[in-house]
């Protein structure tokens, strides 16, 4: 069964995902990237994040 939600460090652990770069792409507002904040831990919306990749790839590699 697949999760739909995952806090941050094990996003970033199931991922292989830095630090730094989850962290630009949070505060990057034009980004859209599928995390929320619920108190004083960040979350990452997982099937958002899956659809958000796939949008992303396209959109950084279509004039390459």
Do not use: C, S
Not at 14 to 28: N, S
Not at 38 to 46: H, P, Q
């Amino acid at each position: 069964m697949e999760k739909k939600m995952m806090d941050l460090k094990e996003f970033q652990n199931t991922y292989g995902i830095p630090v730094e770069t989850t962290r630009r792409w949070i505060y990057d507002k034009k980004k859209k990237f599928p995390a929320y904040r619920l108190g004083n831990k960040w979350y990452v919306d997982i099937p958002k994040f899956l659809k958000w990749r796939e949008v992303e790839h396209v959109r950084q590699y279509r004039y390459a």
